[in-house]
């Protein structure tokens, strides 16, 4: 049974860097024909894909988001992270990561999520 | 890329059945057999309820099914029961040959009477 877990600061002052991992067990992240996402929920609201990578390193990031983000893999600690710079209040959410089936595009298994408040 | 369009609520007694539509485009839903549907529970993660459509992941129950017509997509439960109140968010890709992007509907909050 895969299991995903996201870890990182709660709390991030604006115009810094958000930063989180997600490390995943019960399986290799490098097997498979499986991509790797990170998703958010701002409080009370609807669900946002912010982007996915491949082990190869490959990545797709939503245009919305794509001038911030900045996702990476580490196959030897079988995780994968997220970076979003220049945050505001707006970046405050909970959030998620999910293994995405290719072809398919969907998300099958998905981490518990963490929240993280933009705020000085 | 704008949000898919749901229902913010839909209600049903128990053992009824309830459809909850998921209105894209045809850059999106209507493109694609790819969508998918999660159910969430307060204070938890989504949960995958149907993929590619109308493909049900083993251990959902067959009291969910999926469907597309055009650019509207739709969620069925039937036998409707409490365990089933949550939210339910539809998910198409929405893809291009310069890109790849998947975006979620409003999602519908789902209350069993």
């Known amino acids: 049974q895969v299991q995903l877990q996201e870890s990182g600061p709660g709390l991030v002052k604006p115009s810094q860097t958000l930063s989180l991992t997600c490390t995943v067990s019960?399986?290799?992240?490098?097997?498979?024909?499986?991509?790797w996402s990170w998703i958010r929920q701002p409080a009370g609201k609807g669900l946002e894909w912010i982007g996915r990578?491949?082990?190869?390193?490959?990545?797709n990031y939503n245009p919305s988001l794509k001038s911030r983000v900045t996702i990476s893999v580490d196959t030897s600690k079988n995780q994968f992270s997220l970076k979003l710079s220049s945050v505001t209040a707006a970046d405050t959410a909970v959030y998620y990561c999910?293994?995405?089936?290719?072809?398919?595009?969907?998300?099958?298994?998905w981490g518990q999520g963490t929240l993280v408040t933009v705020s000085s | 890329q704008s949000a898919l369009t749901q229902p913010a609520s839909v209600s049903g007694s128990p053992g009824q059945s309830i459809t909850i539509s998921c209105t894209g485009t045809?850059?999106?839903?209507?493109?694609?057999?790819?969508v998918s549907w999660y159910q969430q529970h307060p204070g938890k993660a989504p949960k995958l309820m149907i993929y590619?459509?109308?493909k049900r992941p083993s251990g959902v129950s067959n009291r969910f099914s999926g469907s597309k017509s055009g650019n509207t997509a739709s969620l069925t439960i039937s036998g409707l029961q409490a365990e089933d109140e949550a939210d339910y968010y539809c998910?198409?890709?929405?893809?291009?040959?310069?890109?790849?992007?998947?975006?979620f509907g409003t999602g519908t909050k789902v209350t069993v009477l």
């Open positions: 999910a293994r995405t089936v290719g072809f398919g595009e969907f998300f099958d298994y």
């Open positions: 019960g399986g290799s992240i490098s097997s498979g024909s499986y991509y």
């Open positions: 990578i491949y082990t190869s390193g490959s990545t």
């Open positions: 045809s850059s999106d839903v209507g493109s694609y057999n790819l």
């Open positions: 590619e459509g109308s």
């Open positions: 998910c198409s890709y929405a893809g291009s040959s310069t890109s790849d992007n998947y975006v």
